[in-house]
């Protein structure tokens, strides 16, 4: 099990990994700092120890640990037991989950051909940039079967802290990927095998039911900034244009819900 250490002292530099996690410049979390990825709450936190995130040090208060104790047993890190109020004084704000974990990223990264590698659906992201929303599309992947996600141009990063947690931690088992030439890596995709499907609201695209009922062997889907959607470009570099048919005067959904009803149509067969 992970060593347990007591700290009562907020300034303990053992904490600073946890440390201002409520001040933008100095967020741990961000790509550009020191990009560890951080989960809060029992749940997540579990999530996290099962991934393929090697953990640095786990936080929190002694209940959290207790209950915990099952998936702590072989973790090699440290676990530091404090109170919620020395917790607060070195996040900077109070947690109610009452418990972190701080991970490193996998080195190398996983590459576009490795998502693809074995998937028969996948989300491909364009300009989804609000991490809520990108959280929730990951959850959605989890829950409805997708393979795995792909990121194009303008897409936040899957391991802001607020994007784990909106996700219930799925951002850390679903396989992800970031293209590194955007539209033109799509033809990756073609490639192996997919059809690429663009959701947008536009008249000329075709209702998702049809391309259901194509039943194509392996689906790209294509989902864009809620808003805006995809790009012109996005679309003209799809196979397909595909909508979700709603009534007059209905135009758009949450990109996430939107995502869910594709992924919901186009998956296989779930046991």
């Known amino acids: 099990m992970a060593e347990l250490i007591t700290i009562d002292d907020p300034g303990d530099p053992r904490l600073d990994d946890f440390r201002d996690l409520s001040t933008a410049d100095r967020r741990p979390d961000r790509p550009g700092g020191r990009g560890f990825v951080i989960a809060e709450g029992t749940v997540v936190v579990e999530r996290l120890l099962k991934s393929r995130y090697p953990v640095r040090a786990l936080l929190g208060v002694e209940r959290r640990f207790r209950e915990l104790a099952a998936e702590l047993d072989g973790v090699d890190a440290p676990g530091y037991v404090t109170s919620a109020e020395t917790m607060a004084d070195v996040v900077g704000f109070h947690l109610n989950r009452g418990i972190l974990a701080v991970a490193d990223r996998p080195v190398p990264p996983p590459t576009v051909e490795d998502v693809i590698d074995g998937a028969r659906v996948l989300a491909v992201l364009e300009g989804v940039g609000d991490h809520e929303n990108l959280g929730s599309l990951f959850r959605n992947a989890a829950a409805l079967g997708v393979d795995g996600v792909l990121l194009g141009a303008g897409c936040s990063d899957p391991l802001y802290r607020r994007s784990v947690r909106v996700s219930m931690g799925h951002v850390l088992r679903v396989p992800f990927a970031t293209f590194g ?15 690429i499907a663009a959701l947008t609201p536009r008249v000329d695209s075709v209702s998702l039911r049809q391309l259901r009922d194509q039943t194509p062997e392996k689906v790209a889907l294509m989902l864009g900034a809620e808003g805006p959607g995809l790009t012109d470009a996005a679309i003209a570099a799809a196979d397909v244009a595909v909508r979700i048919p709603m009534p007059e005067g209905v135009d758009s959904l949450n990109v996430a819900t939107a995502g869910a009803i594709a992924f919901y149509e186009t998956r296989p067969p779930l046991s």
């Open 181 to 195: 030439s955007w539209p033109a890596d799509l033809e990756l995709l073609r490639k192996r095998g997919f059809r």
